[in-house]
C-alpha cells in the first residue's frame, strides 16, 4: 500500500468518527448493532426527551460512559497520538483520542465528560463510571455537554474546525459513515482548500471522491499509512 510521507504536507487533519473506536469495542452508531438501533434517540438523545425525562437520559448517557470507561484506545488511537504536527478533528463524544494521550483535540459534538447547567451556565467535568451529581449547585439539572439531535454546533468549535480544514493540504476521514451534517460536508471542504484527500473505512461512506480510498480497520490502515519508525 502507499506511505505517506507526512513531511511532504504542511497542515495536516485527521478526522475522525465512530468506526475509529470501532476496534476499542465501542459501537458505532449506525449499522447492525449500532446504538441508533438499539435505542431511538427521540428518547435518549435530544432535548425534548432531556426535558421530559431528565433522569432516564442521564441514566443512558451513564450506561454508554460505563461502555467505554470498559473499552481501551488501541494502537490507531496511539499512533494518530504519537504524530507530529497533525489536527485532530473527532464527531466522537468518548474521549478515546485523549486517553490515547492526543492533546488540543477539536471536539465537534461535545464529551460524555462533560455536563453543563442550561439555567447559569456552570459547566463541569466528570470522569466517573456514575455522574457525581446529577443537579447543578443551582438546583437545575445538569446536561450532558453533547450535541443532541437538533442542536445546532458550538459556534467556536464549528469556526475552529472549517478554517483548519479550509487551509489544509493533507486531509485524512477514519470511520465516519458522512451521515451527520455539518461534519458530513467537511472532505468537501477539504477538498475545495486542494488538500490531497484520504478515506479509511471498511464500507463506503459514499461524501466525496477521495485521492485515496482504504477500505480496512482504523488501526490496520493507519499502521501501514502512515510509517512512523
Ligand atoms: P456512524 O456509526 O454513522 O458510522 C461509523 C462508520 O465507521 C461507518 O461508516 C463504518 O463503516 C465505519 N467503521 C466501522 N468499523 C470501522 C473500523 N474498524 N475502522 C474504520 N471505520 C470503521 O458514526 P459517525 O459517522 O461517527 O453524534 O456518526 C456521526 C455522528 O452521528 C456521531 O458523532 C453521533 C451520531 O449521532 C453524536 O454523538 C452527537
Redesign the pocket.
Known amino acids: 500500500m502507499k506511505q505517506i510521507d507526512l513531511s511532504l504536507y504542511r497542515r495536516i487533519i485527521l478526522f475522525?468518527?465512530?468506526?475509529?473506536s470501532?476496534?476499542s469495542g465501542v459501537?458505532?452508531?449506525?449499522?447492525k448493532g449500532?446504538?441508533?438501533s438499539r435505542y431511538d434517540?427521540q428518547e435518549y438523545?435530544c432535548q425534548a426527551a432531556f426535558e421530559r425525562d431528565p433522569e432516564k437520559v442521564l441514566r443512558f448517557h451513564e450506561l454508554r460512559r460505563r461502555t467505554v470507561l470498559d473499552c481501551h484506545p488501541h494502537d490507531?488511537h496511539r499512533l494518530i497520538a504519537a504524530m507530529p504536527e497533525v489536527c485532530l478533528i473527532t464527531?466522537?463524544?468518548d474521549g478515546m483520542h485523549q486517553r490515547a494521550g492526543s492533546r488540543d483535540v477539536v471536539e465537534?459534538?461535545?464529551s460524555l465528560w462533560r455536563l453543563r447547567c442550561e439555567r447559569c451556565g456552570a459547566g463541569k467535568e466528570d470522569f466517573g463510571r456514575s455522574y457525581e451529581t446529577l443537579r447543578c449547585d443551582c438546583g437545575n439539572w445538569l446536561r450532558p455537554a453533547?450535541?443532541?439531535?437538533g442542536?445546532l454546533l458550538d459556534e467556536a468549535v464549528m469556526h475552529e474546525a472549517s478554517e483548519l480544514i479550509s487551509a489544509c493540504d493533507l486531509f485524512v476521514s477514519?470511520?465516519?459513515?458522512?451521515?451527520?451534517w455539518p461534519?458530513?460536508g467537511f472532505p468537501a471542504l477539504a477538498r475545495r482548500a486542494g488538500a490531497y484527500c484520504i478515506e479509511?473505512?471498511?464500507?463506503?461512506?459514499g461524501t466525496i471522491s477521495y485521492d485515496l480510498v482504504i477500505r480496512?480497520?482504523?488501526?490496520k490502515?493507519l499502521s501501514r499509512l502512515f510509517d512512523m519508525k
Open positions: 475522525t468518527g465512530a468506526g475509529m470501532a476496534e459501537p458505532t452508531y449506525r449499522g449500532g446504538v441508533w434517540y438523545a490507531g464527531q466522537n463524544i465537534l459534538h461535545g453533547i450535541v443532541w439531535f442542536d477514519i470511520g465516519t459513515s458522512g451521515a451527520v461534519a458530513a479509511i473505512n471498511p464500507e463506503p461512506s480496512e480497520p482504523a488501526s490502515a
